[in-house]
């Protein structure tokens, strides 16, 4: 399937039938999650009604680290196995975990100043998921420094998986560190702690989170192979004519 | 609703502010880069490279 895909051409055809109905799927799952958020899930006992920041705040932390993760192996499709579109894949892949690194930071901190009383604290979650945003956006950065792709590809995948070292101390911060931070809830050996009134209202954002996060990665790459034909067809044209002229 | 109603409205807001932001870059982007390209076609680059 991914060799198949390895065409841009048949890539953008299938994209692009898949496309609407990711689309759909993404806004049906949003939909119902905020309902559920709103108006099913409880409030908490001990946070009351600030906990439904946490609808928000956990599936975009899973999606930041989730579209590091892409990219790393996008990064890897780049470097070992030279897939025409794993560039094409990791550059549509960083403005979108940014994006969601971003959300995760903000409504955390938003969540930390009535529950902990302050918006920062430079504890080792909130500092990694700081330098993981740091990364995405020294990695759009060096997209943008180096203008021919298959050269930023290259230097921006090395970039990826050194940078892939933050992804298990983010996600084990909360294990190794003593942090202000509360520990995994969800993932976690032994089974989720949350009650089932507020975890399944969660998933079900989770999965519209991801979901739109998929859609906008799909339309990323089909458009950033359009900036490579716009970019491409003059070169090829000029090359054309070279021929003729000679 | 609750004392820290102004904490929760802020966190869906600009939840929805880079979600919409996110979205009309993709769909901006997009159609920019398939005006170019038609462009491009119209004055007839492209023709002998899209014959596959």
């Not at chain 1, 953008?12 to 939909?31: C, D």
């Not at chain 1, 089974?191 to 399944?200: D, F, Q, R, Y």
Request: charged fraction near 15%; charge should be positive.
């Amino acid at each position: 399937m991914i060799r198949e895909l390895a065409n841009p051409s048949r890539f953008m055809a299938y994209s692009g039938r898949l496309l609407p109905w990711l689309a759909g799927a993404a806004a049906l799952a949003l939909g119902v999650g905020l309902y559920m958020t709103w108006f099913t899930a409880p409030a908490d006992y001990q946070q009351g009604e600030t906990v439904r920041i946490m609808y928000l705040h956990v599936p975009a932390a899973w999606l930041s680290l989730f579209f590091y993760a892409t990219m790393a192996a996008s990064a890897l499709g780049t470097l070992v196995w030279r897939h025409p579109l794993a560039d094409v894949s990791q550059k549509a892949a960083a403005p979108i975990g940014a994006a969601f690194t971003f959300i995760c930071l903000v409504t955390g901190s938003l969540w930390g100043k009535p529950m902990w009383g302050t918006y920062w604290q430079w504890d080792a979650r909130l500092t990694s998921m700081l330098v993981m945003l740091l990364i995405y956006l020294g990695i759009m950065a060096l997209w943008r420094a180096i203008e021919e792709p298959s050269r930023a590809a290259r230097a921006v995948s090395i970039l990826t998986l050194v940078g892939a070292v933050n992804v298990p101390i983010v996600k084990f911060s909360v294990d190794w560190w003593n942090t202000l931070h509360q520990p995994a809830s969800v993932f976690r050996l032994g089974g989720p702690t949350i009650h089932s009134s507020m975890l399944i209202p969660l998933l079900v954002m989770a999965l519209g989170f991801t979901l739109l996060g998929v859609t906008l990665h799909l339309s990323g790459m089909r458009t950033e192979i359009l900036r490579r034909r716009v970019r491409t067809l003059p070169v090829l044209e000029a090359g054309r004519l070279g021929a003729q002229a000679a | 609703m609750t004392t820290h109603a102004s904490f929760i409205i802020g966190a869906y807001s600009i939840t929805a502010l880079v979600v919409a932001g996110l979205i009309l870059r993709a769909y901006v982007d997009h159609r920019l880069q398939q005006r170019a390209l038609a462009a491009l076609e119209a004055r007839g680059a492209g023709r002998r490279s899209r014959r596959g």
